[in-house]
């Protein structure tokens, strides 16, 4: 060790670095589990894979209804000619709730103006994508509608 | 002041060195002075927005069972919960309102030059928070506006490349926007944003008190012009007060006569309502994404709307150091041209905004 002025370079670096990696260690370790906190857990859904909506009597002509699909939003519309189509209710552009537009026969979205047709087709607006349908059935002996997810790849 | 009690605490807290550094702190006159009364208008409506706030905090509940519920009842059985409820409502769009005053005066003056950087870096900052603090405010009462604006907030940040989804689930509290968000956001409101903006407050004031108050370009030098000045203990000051009178009488006389409604409470398995609209410094933002095509070449409209807002929130804050002319003592004409295109934009298109449905 030398005796003068000049410290020990070797040591101060040492400790510097034995400092700054100490507080470092000592930050994430106080940031991370903040972090993880503020991620919220990813909870237990009932899964729902299809839902009867009644009716398909009492259901009227040109005119569409939402319902809950597990948790989340699904609209069922009737066209003027009987026909029955589910989607789900989240419009593709910023997550808005669609309805359905009696007089133009589709389905649109009042938050940012956007149209869709009657098979979820975007048409105008701004959103990118159409609807996400869902599988339409109606049970033969009760009348009923069941809505059930489409498989993979499924077409409207 | 009694003098005892004047002394007592003077000798421990040498109050009369403060108060002689705030007897040299004096208001440039020129014929841009009337703008200085923006930021303390502001600063007003700040404080007001703390008692108010503070003071619905005594019956404000939060849940998505029990929020709307608890404004009703605020507004509907408490005495002047009405107009406690609706001067916050108020006072917040006025506070954003002075404040936007406050900067465009500043802009034009170019008083954020050197060295007076950080104060409007502070100030921009503070302008950021004030958007946060009104859009998770907005959240609080739980309606249906209140919903499907949250909803279309929040998925815009999901525009965000790479870490969209992230913040989305963050600010959302899971995926969807729920009685979790509601959470979020009021603690965000009453906890989170309070301290920050307040820090940035003092910081804002305390650059302004050690610099002084900026003077138009060109005056400090200007030959043969003598600088005038008021003091402002009393002068400016008994001013701003009177300022401020007016402005709680306009505050007062909006909520009286407009008072803020409450709407319909929010319904997760219920449609976006016809007309939805945000609140009008939103507006512009909302109506630019109504315009924005679904595609821009490879990338979707609202991923590139998204970025440009960033863009154009970075290039604002930075402004100080990216304007060198005014460091150089020149007023940049482009710059002129630039800001008053923007402020057209905001104009123009928070007017379409408004009345486009």
Redesign the interface.
């Known amino acids: 060790m030398a005796h003068s002025d000049t410290p020990d370079s070797g040591r101060r670096k040492f400790l510097d670095l034995f400092l700054s990696g100490t507080g470092l260690a000592a930050g994430i370790s106080i940031l991370y589990p903040i972090f993880r906190y503020?991620?919220?857990p990813k909870?237990e859904e009932a899964v729902v894979s299809s839902v009867n909506l009644g009716s398909a009597k009492d259901f009227p002509v040109n005119s569409g209804k939402?319902?809950?699909f597990g948790?989340?939003?699904g609209?069922l519309v009737r066209s003027a000619d009987g026909k029955f189509r589910a989607f789900h209710?989240t419009c593709t552009?910023?997550?808005?709730?669609?309805?359905y537009d009696a007089k133009a026969g589709g389905i649109w979205?009042?938050?940012?103006?956007g149209h869709y047709d009657i098979n979820g087709k975007?048409l105008s607006?701004?959103?990118?994508r159409p609807l996400t349908p869902f599988a339409v059935n109606i049970l033969p002996e009760s009348g009923e509608i069941l809505v059930s997810l489409e498989p993979e790849g499924g077409e409207a | 002041m009694n003098e005892k009690i004047w002394n007592w605490i003077n000798e421990r807290y040498k109050i009369d060195k403060i108060l002689y550094f705030s007897k040299e702190k004096s208001v440039p006159l020129h014929k841009g002075t009337v703008w200085y009364y923006f930021g303390g208008i502001a600063l007003f409506l700040f404080g007001v927005q703390v008692l108010t706030g503070l003071i619905l905090l005594f019956y404000y509940r939060v849940g998505a069972d029990q929020s709307f519920e608890s404004v009703k009842f605020i507004i509907t059985q408490v005495k002047f919960g009405w107009l406690l409820r609706s001067m916050h409502s108020w006072s917040a769009n006025l506070m954003i309102l002075a404040a936007m005053i406050h900067m465009t005066s500043v802009f034009f003056h170019r008083s954020y030059r050197k060295p007076r950087e950080m104060t409007w870096v502070t100030g921009a900052a503070m302008l950021f928070l004030s958007f946060a603090f009104g859009f998770s405010g907005y959240l609080l009462p739980w309606n249906e506006l209140a919903f499907f604006a949250t909803k279309v907030g929040t998925d815009s940040a999901r525009q965000v490349p790479i870490i969209g989804d992230f913040i989305l689930k963050l600010m959302r509290g899971g995926s969807d926007v729920t009685g979790a968000t509601l959470s979020r956001f009021f603690g965000l409101h009453i906890s989170v944003l309070p301290p920050i903006f307040t820090m940035l407050l003092g910081l804002h004031l305390f650059f302004v008190q050690v610099q002084g108050m900026s003077e138009p370009m060109g005056h400090e030098t200007e030959p043969g012009k003598k600088k005038k000045g008021m003091p402002f203990l009393p002068d400016f000051m008994l001013r701003d007060l009177l300022v401020w009178m007016v402005v709680l009488d306009i505050l007062i006389l909006l909520s009286v006569f407009f008072p803020w409604e409450l709407g319909v409470k929010a319904d997760p398995f219920s449609p976006a309502p016809a007309g939805i609209k945000p609140e009008w410094y939103f507006l512009f933002v909302f109506h630019t994404g109504k315009l924005l095509p679904p595609h821009i070449g490879p990338f979707e409209g609202e991923v590139l709307g998204v970025m440009a807002m960033g863009i154009g929130a970075a290039i604002l804050v930075l402004l100080p150091f990216l304007d060198r002319a005014s460091n150089q003592g020149r007023k940049s004409k482009w710059l002129d041209i630039l800001g008053i295109v923007t402020l057209a934009y905001f104009a123009i298109f928070t007017v379409l905004g408004y009345i486009v449905d």
């Open positions: 503020l991620t919220p909870q939402i319902f809950r948790s989340k939003p609209i209710a552009h910023l997550d808005c709730i669609v309805q979205c009042a938050c940012h103006g975007n607006g701004p959103p990118p």
